[in-house]
């Protein structure tokens, strides 16, 4: 009897028993998840730029480079000192308030961030042209698209489209994005901040507002909080990849996607490595540490 109770406990209430084990096996396989996805939608160090043809959707060109390689070989923008600013959205029944000509009010502090112009970055693969859209996606799938005039010739009061890899100084208020570089110290970075001049910013501060973009961006790509003009929509965080489209995207600009490396995996294409997709070891190893539990299970 006695011999039959610590039997039961060893299986059931024990250190060693199934219960334990298998909270061990789905701690592990939990652990090894939250990693890979943390890995795959955290701040990101490198982006790959693709050119894509009209006709067929295929890969023309490709680069994938770090921020070392872009700070080091492309010209810089900011200085690491100097604060940028997009607006947020102006609560109104009142269009003309909403749209804030005066930006007066509602700023996002985006720190003193240095970074790599767009335009440069699609220089990698022959540039884009007059028809071309860019889009600016990110590790979770999230994307901008905007017209060639916006990112190779934009307005001063737009500025060009910047993706940062560095903040020389946070927020004085607002959301905090860390000091330095990603991904440990820029967490919000890479990202993606438009270099507005001062020219309509009474106070010298370089804002891109909302009537900025009403008067720089066509209407198809302004972007709206809950029907108010709100140009922080367009602060990409996590950039991992810049795209070139000929003659525009026509996919879903609502629906995430996933990335160009990604499909090519799923395809069965050899042509185009996986750059940007989660690593599979830490699954793999925390399947292998489960199914060696089992045989542990049996000897106790």
């Known amino acids: 009897m006695k011999k039959s109770m610590i039997s039961m406990n060893s299986e059931n209430n024990g250190p060693s028993g199934p219960n334990t084990l298998c909270r061990i096996t789905v701690a592990v396989i939990v652990a090894a998840l939250l990693l890979c996805a943390g890995a795959a939608a955290g701040p990101t160090t490198n982006i ?11 890969i023309i060109a490709e680069k994938t480079v770090d921020y070392i390689w872009m700070q080091e070989n492309l010209p810089v923008q900011g200085d690491g000192v100097t604060h940028y600013y997009h ?56 994307h901008v698209e905007f017209p060639y005039e916006n990112v190779c010739s934009p307005d001063p009061r737009q500025g060009p489209l910047v993706v ?26 890479m990202r993606l901040i438009f ?49 070139i489209y000929e003659d525009g995207f026509t996919g879903d600009t609502s629906a995430p996607v996933k990335s160009l490396q990604a ?17 599979a070891p830490l699954v793999l190893i925390a399947a292998g540490f489960a199914l060696a539990l089992v045989p542990l299970r049996r000897r106790l």
């Not at 790959?48 to 295929?58: E, P, Q």
């Open 48 to 58: 790959t730029v693709t050119r894509i043809a009209a006709d067929t959707g295929d």
């Open 87 to 142: 607006q947020g959205p102006v609560f109104s029944d009142d269009k003309e308030v909403a749209w804030d000509r005066n930006e007066t009010t509602n700023f996002k502090d985006h720190g003193a961030v240095m970074g790599t112009d767009v335009a440069d970055l699609c220089s990698l693969v022959g540039g884009a042209a007059p028809g071309d859209e860019i889009m600016v996606k990110a590790a979770d799938g999230y």
């Open 164 to 189: 940062t890899w560095y903040n020389g100084e946070d927020a004085v208020s607002g959301e905090r994005a860390g000091v330095g570089y990603p991904p440990e110290d820029y967490y919000s970075g």
């Open 195 to 243: 270099f507005a001049d001062t020219s309509t910013n009474v106070d010298g501060k370089h804002v891109y507002g909302n009537w900025d973009m009403h008067e720089t961006m066509p209407g198809s790509v302004q972007h709206f909080f809950d029907l108010m003009p709100s140009n922080n929509g367009y602060t990409v965080k996590h950039v991992d990849e810049i795209r």
């Open 263 to 279: 499909d090519a995996a799923a395809s069965g294409s050899a042509a185009v490595p996986d750059t940007t997709s989660t690593p």
